[in-house]
């Protein structure tokens, strides 16, 4: 049963829904606080010990709750004001997505 | 002479005797705060470059300063009251315990 | 077109220049912050996910930006005193340094 490092890469507000799953599934993940590419806002990095039977799964669960999706947010409205009757409209952003590395591993030990 | 790179994770509590014993036999290691499996608390973890032939050597030594052990903790006497003369017994709690990952490594620098 | 993860340590005064090297060249890089072999001050660890193609590039990048080399320091001058027209020379020092993983990867994903 050979034992592979999974490295997961999610945004901070993903990052409880991924804690999450992992519990409900019995996936032991240590969780670090880390910056993103291109000097984005912080995200957060999972590294999961698991037996190569379960990488499928506990991909699965990663995408599931972390995955680029599209989202409407209603922007606040510009408070400097214009015509009466302003109204702010919901606009489309994406949000989410997930950077995965599976790792081979040559030793895998608890003490 | 191949190396290459442990991961280890312990209990925060466990950090410094680690550290000091990798200092003593000088391994160099690189620490990162993380955050336990099932949202427990805080542990850390070092990654540590390290040639082939001293793997043995360094997983013995995380092993003998962070292996789970249990230790005899004396509870605080309820102060809710009770009986006159009520004493508070040591009890055994487990602590300690380290997971470990050794990753092959393809190149390994310094500059 | 196979991926490999790139883990790099540098020190913290060289980690800006190296995460603009990263944004310049369009490299995508995970920051984490991170404590120095030997209890020494503070560093920063990269991740970077990155085809082979490209490695060389990227460890050129690294190496430009954190490499030891000297630099001339000039102490403060000794505030307790001594002789009048006590100067403070210039001393070398070496500063920088970085220490890199290529590490083998099995799976590469975004989602
Ligand atoms: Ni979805
Ligand atoms: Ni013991
Ligand atoms: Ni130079």
């Known amino acids: ?10 945004q901070d507000k993903d990052a ?4 999450d799953a992992f519990v409900d599934q019995n ?14 806002a912080g995200n957060t990095t999972f ?6 039977e379960r990488i499928d799964e ?3 669960l990663i995408k599931d709750a972390s995955h680029t999706r599209d989202e409407f947010m209603t922007p606040p409205v510009n408070l400097d ?4 009757g302003t109204t702010s ?3 489309k952003v994406q949000v989410g997505g997930a ?3 599976v790792l081979p591993v040559d030793q895998f030990m608890h003490f």
């Open 16 to 19: 409880n829904r991924v804690s």
């Open 81 to 84: 004001g214009g015509m009466e």
């Open 47 to 52: 590294m999961i010990g698991i037996e190569e």
């Open 99 to 101: 950077t995965v590395f």
């Open 27 to 40: 996936v032991r993940a240590t969780k670090l606080s880390t910056t993103g590419g291109f000097l984005q």
């Open 1 to 10: 049963m050979a034992t592979k490092l999974i490295i997961a890469i999610v």
């Open 89 to 91: 409209y919901p606009v």
């Open 58 to 60: 506990v991909l699965q």
